[in-house]
């Protein structure tokens, strides 16, 4: 007998969109519909094809839930559309956006009576969005840095 599992993932507000695209990719490959997301499945939407069809509405609808401000993806009519405006608001890929993440890792500091696994995920929070942006730290640098904040 298979078992479903029901997994909800809170709403996107704006902050840690990094983490929240992980859970949402892992819930639309789960109900088999991440292939949406690939710029090569807009052919099929394109030809019509039902079982795409039917594909991308399972996973606009799965983004849909997923999402509080739905301003950015209300217009888009695929899922592939919303993907990429979400993306493309959220994802800090440009030059000041990688000097904004690294100025926030190196700002990033223990606070008093914060226990060290609280700083550790804090750190490798801004550090894994500096890594999705392609910026390239060294390990020494990312050593350093998180010594200077402890």
Do not use: H
Request: with cysteine.
């Amino acid at each position: 007998m298979a078992t479903s599992v029901q997994v909800r993932i809170e709403p996107f507000n704006g902050s840690n969109f990094q983490n929240w695209k992980f859970r949402v990719e892992g819930q639309l490959l789960e109900n088999d519909c991440k292939v949406c997301l690939e710029p090569s499945f807009q052919k099929q939407l394109e030809k019509g094809e039902e079982k795409a069809i039917k594909k991308d509405n399972r996973a606009k609808n799965i983004l849909i839930q997923c999402l509080r401000p739905l301003t950015i993806v209300r217009e888009k009519r695929t899922a592939f559309d919303m993907w990429r405006a979400l993306s493309e608001t959220y994802e800090k890929k440009g030059m000041c956006g990688k000097i904004l993440l690294k100025k926030k890792l190196l700002g990033t500091r223990m606070t008093p009576n914060e226990t060290i696994d609280n700083y550790i995920l804090r750190f490798e929070s801004v550090l894994s969005e500096l890594r999705t942006v392609d910026s390239e730290m060294s390990e020494d640098d990312t050593i350093c840095s998180f010594l200077m904040g402890g």
